[in-house]
């Protein structure tokens, strides 16, 4: 049987987000949102992060939309399926 479910990548360089990308955008019906606690990225952007605790966390965070993806998702699934998650 075939999986028809979207792939989804979130792709990161350096350890910063660069993008979340699909094979099939048009079906993702999602809000996406990057939350960073690295404090050496602090920045006046910063909002506080409610924890589960009641506590506040400062984060920066910043709102993604789902792009096409221009890798092939499928194989590469495929490679971390093959490779043992």
């Known amino acids: 049987m075939t999986d028809s479910r979207p792939k989804i990548a979130v792709v990161l360089e350096g350890g910063l987000v660069q993008c979340i990308v699909s094979d099939a955008p048009e079906h993702i019906n999602a809000d996406f949102v990057v939350i960073d606690y690295d404090r050496e990225c602090a920045s006046e952007k ?3 992060v ?3 605790d009641g506590s506040l966390a400062d984060a920066v965070a910043y709102g993604e939309v789902v792009a096409p993806a221009e890798i092939d998702l ?3 699934f495929q ?3 093959e490779r043992g998650r």
């Open 50 to 52: 409610p924890q589960s």
């Open 46 to 48: 910063q909002i506080a």
């Open 74 to 76: 499928k194989s590469v």
């Open 79 to 81: 490679a971390v399926e």
